[in-house]
């Protein structure tokens, strides 16, 4: 199991962690996510590492950014 955190700017509800949620789940080898509208805090758990550019595009996709 591979477990990494990311920060996610520009949500504001519920419905956004809802569509961040949804398009990183579909990265293959993505097995849970967990996002903390609080704070921003994404957490993707993967049966392998998934690449921060995967992560990345999947909430670009959502309509979302990664901080840098």
Do not use: F, K, N, Q
């Amino acid at each position: 199991m591979s477990t990494a955190t990311y920060t996610v700017v520009g949500m504001t509800c519920e419905h956004c962690v809802r569509s961040v949620t949804e398009e990183v789940g579909e990265l293959a080898g993505v097995s849970g996510v967990d996002v903390d509208l609080a704070t921003g805090a994404l957490t993707v758990t993967s049966t392998a590492p998934v690449s921060e550019d995967d992560v990345r595009a999947a909430v670009d996709e959502a309509g979302y950014e990664l901080a840098t």
